[in-house]
């Protein structure tokens, strides 16, 4: 069912060296930061030939990134994000084989401005994966 891996995510505590780091030493592609107050981070996108990183750092007082670096100081992979083609017939299929959705089980509008889910990470490996409709 699920497609291309559109992202890897990585939380990190410094935003300006992430980009450094990532533009400087790894010499790749990296855009400028944009806020999604609606998501509490501000992204970093690396353009990568076969997928993109996401560099995800706190926005706002209830981001759900702070809690993750409060746990990982130095920052970490957040979640991985996999396409999907219909995300209520994916969603559906999660429910059927027994995997949990975060939050209300309804998707929303995430990073890309398209639907997404996410689902629970102790059913997949201590992973959280996200699935967006492309
Ligand atoms: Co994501």
Not at 34 to 44: A, C, F, I, R, S
Not at 96 to 105: C, F, Q
Request: charged share 25%; proline share 6%.
């Amino acid at each position: 069912m699920i497609g291309r891996l559109n992202h890897v995510a990585i939380a990190v505590p410094d935003l300006e060296a992430a980009v450094a780091t990532y533009r400087d030493v790894l010499g790749a592609k990296v855009s400028e930061p944009q806020d999604e107050p609606d998501n509490g981070v501000t992204v970093v996108f690396v353009e990568l030939d076969n997928t993109k990183i996401e560099l995800l750092y706190p926005l706002g007082e209830n981001s759900p990134i702070a809690g993750f670096l409060a746990k990982n100081k130095s920052g970490g992979m957040h979640h991985v994000c996999y396409e999907v083609e219909d995300i209520y017939e994916a969603r559906d299929r999660m429910i059927e084989k027994g995997a949990r959705i975060l939050g209300s089980g309804e998707p929303k509008m995430g990073a890309h401005k398209k639907p997404v889910l996410f689902l629970h990470p102790k059913d997949f490996n201590g992973t959280l994966v996200e699935l967006e409709q492309v």
